[in-house]
């Protein structure tokens, strides 16, 4: 396999499961703000994010590939509103997508065209992913001072149903019924 593009790869899935970590971070922020649907919503988004990891892990190893797990920082763990953990949530979206684009350019530079394909799940998913936060983002600030608007979404948000397995489309439903 293309030593660059395996490189890349394996960054991104760091990058990936760093975003597993910084789900799981803001899950426990809400968690002790007593926000247990905005929680069980990042918990679900958490178990995506590993998911979205394990298929990169696994088209390297189905390539030929070699992964290396390269280690975790510790994500921030506290916020000063459920709007500033939300939107952290966002921008790291925004940053995510701007890989996954340099990715495929990558891919495509190397000609490495199983990857590039592969990485077109990514590009879609990242489209619904940044939509998903920014939905929710702008929700939230709509009733920033309003607990009774918070409480509404945060019951909203406890009906997100678990991760699907990875390879099956992981947000189908969530932005439309969940948000
Ligand atoms: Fe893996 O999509 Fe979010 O970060």
């Given amino acids: 396999m293309n030593l660059k593009v395996e490189k890349a790869v394996n960054e991104q899935i760091h990058a990936e499961f760093f975003s ?33 990891a394990m298929k990169l892990f696994d088209h390297l190893n189905e390539r030929g590939g070699t992964v290396e797990l390269l280690a975790l920082d510790a994500p921030q763990s506290e916020w000063e509103s459920a709007a500033a953990a939300v939107e952290a949530v966002l921008k790291h979206e925004q940053l995510i997508s701007g890989r996954i684009n340099q990715l495929v350019d990558l891919a495509n530079a190397e000609n490495d065209h199983a990857t590039a394909v592969m990485l077109h799940w990514y590009v879609n998913e990242q489209v619904e992913e940044e939509a998903t936060a920014d939905t929710l983002y702008h929700q939230v600030k709509m009733v920033e001072d309003n607990p009774y608007g918070l409480l509404m979404i945060d019951r909203e948000l406890a009906g997100r149903p678990a991760a699907a397995p990875v390879g099956v489309s992981q947000t189908a439903g969530v932005r439309s019924t969940h948000i």
């Fill in 20 to 52: 597993y970590y910084l789900y799981l971070s803001v899950a426990a922020y809400f968690t002790r703000n007593h926000l247990d649907g905005f929680a069980h919503w990042m918990r679900v988004q958490a178990q995506e994010e590993s998911g979205h």
